[in-house]
């Protein structure tokens, strides 16, 4: 009973503390993806380290213990918070049920009175979130193209607390250079925070570029197999992960521990799908673009895109390698023509989400969108007849045929 005791309080320790033998070699992205936060549990020698799916834990005395109650902490989520720290460069990172509810956290660093600039070309549930609930609790945000510094610049106020990008956008696929955004931030006492779910850790890593937070729904990329709803921030600054944790443990939006399992082991191969998908929505971009049945596509891998050059240097794989994702964004003549393609694909499968595996296809106006005004979206370019790919890791030339057969189909 006492080895018993004295293996498993090893492993508490390794799980809170995380890796240390890891350390010693300074191993590359992949490594960390398969190993940090995920080593061997000693008591029985499993490779996968088991699901603590529990909510509660045995106390030794009185406020003697490690774990105390799962909506504050999870050995299984502690372990996935570890894993994704380390991808993003960060010292820690807060997980939790969404992205929608990470996001939330960050909000709710704010108080009364404060202000936000935010990308104008956010997900619809950002808009949304801002505009019908935080905006109730006295929050306001400008609604910026942060595409241009200027108009960042000349939107900070004295109430400015936090600059809110995401880059590339969804799902006009327009970047932000983080790296100016982020002093710019710091010259003027603001904090900045990155939506990376288009990117995951593997081709961007914002925080390297001096971001203060990153966010991710890691419904997407980051668990890949479009089976859990999740969502995380990571930070180097251990005040404001202190304070997310508080936020974490208090409104309660956590993640349950088989979600945060099976994203744990999604991570391992996130390596792998990042350049699969990549590869895959290069080839269809080019067939895309060379079609006459677009008006526009919008693709950073392509070198007509207007933010190419700045792609090329902030999308890079941890080797240094450019990489531009998986998402791929086209507009048809109008609605109709939009609907008749997406009912001529049939591997692409109609439906929200994107960063799986398997591809999907969206009309963002009536789905991911649709919150946001119509009048809105129309100034941001999102049209009717916009269709958003996210292009899933099936054989190349099964997607390539899939588009050709639709667009012969129009
Ligand atoms: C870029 C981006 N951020 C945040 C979210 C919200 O994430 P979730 O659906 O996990 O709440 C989404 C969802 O589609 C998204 O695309």
Known sequence: MILVTAVVEKNIKSVTEGTTDLKKINPGFSTRAIHVGQEPEELTGAVVPPIFQTSTYQQSGFAEYTFDYSRADNPTRKNLEHCIASLEEGTGAVAFGSGMAAESAIFSLLSAGDHIILSDNVYGGTYRVMDKIFSRFGLTASWVNTSSIDSIRSAITKQTRLIFIETPTNPMMQLTDIAQTAKLAKDSGVLLAVDNTFMSPYFQRPLSLDADLVVHSTTKYLNGHSDVVGGIVISKDESLLERLRFIQMSVGAIPGPFDCWLTLRSLKTLAVRMQAHHRNAMALA??????????????????????????????????????????ISVELKDIDTARRFVKY??????????????????????????????????????????????????????????????????
Do not use: W
Not at 286 to 297: G, I, N, P, R, T
Not at 306 to 319: F, G, I, R, T, W
Not at 371 to 380: G, I, N, T, W
């Open 286 to 327: 080019h067939e895309l673009y060379d079609s006459s049945a677009f008006k526009q596509v919008f693709y950073p891998g392509l070198t007509s895109h207007p933010h190419h050059e700045l792609a090329k240097k902030q999308q890079v794989d941890p080797s240094g390698n450019p990489g531009f994702g998986g998402m």
């Open 345 to 410: 694909l049939h591997i692409f499968t109609l439906a929200e989400s994107l960063g799986g595996v398997e591809s999907l296809v969206c009309h963002p106006a009536t789905m991911t969108h649709a919150s946001v005004p119509a009048e809105k979206r129309l100034l941001l370019g999102l049209s009717d007849g916009l269709v958003r790919l996210s292009v899933g890791i099936e054989d190349t030339h099964d997607l390539l045929t899939d588009i050709r057969g639709a667009l012969a189909a129009l």
